[in-house]
């Protein structure tokens, strides 16, 4: 059964960075990915950030180029999202998801989540 949890969300000022962690459990080593999504009130989930198992693909969405970043390690069953620069619209609440197969931006063909981690940026 596969299992996610993300940890290291928290309340931060504008400008600040901070660490999301994602540990997988669960997963078969091959042909999978995860990717980050987040959702503030009232708006749809919507993805930041995926990568590939073999970590030699990642994908941002524009809204946060240049200032997250992806990566994985621990024999790929951490997935971290560094966030830097840190605005108050990235508010929300983290989740990370898993998926067999290609990378897709939509979060209805992810098939297990995470519980999901508050991000709150302060102005």
């Known amino acids: 059964q596969v299992q996610l949890v993300e940890s290291g969300g928290g309340l931060v000022q504008a400008g600040d960075s901070l660490r999301l962690s994602c540990a997988t459990s669960g997963v078969i080593f091959s042909n999978y990915l995860v990717g980050w999504f987040r959702q503030a009130p009232g708006k749809e989930r919507e993805f930041v950030a995926g990568i590939s198992w073999r970590g030699d693909r990642t994908e941002y969405a524009d809204s946060v180029k240049g200032r997250f970043t992806i990566s994985s390690e621990n024999v790929k069953t951490t997935v971290y999202l560094q966030m830097n620069s840190l605005k108050p619209e990235d508010t929300a609440v983290y989740y990370c998801?898993?998926?067999?197969?290609?990378?897709?931006?939509?979060?209805?063909?992810?098939?297990?989540w995470g519980q999901g981690t508050q991000v709150t940026v302060s102005s």
């Open positions: 998801a898993a998926r067999y197969g290609s990378m897709r931006y939509d979060a209805r063909e992810y098939n297990f």
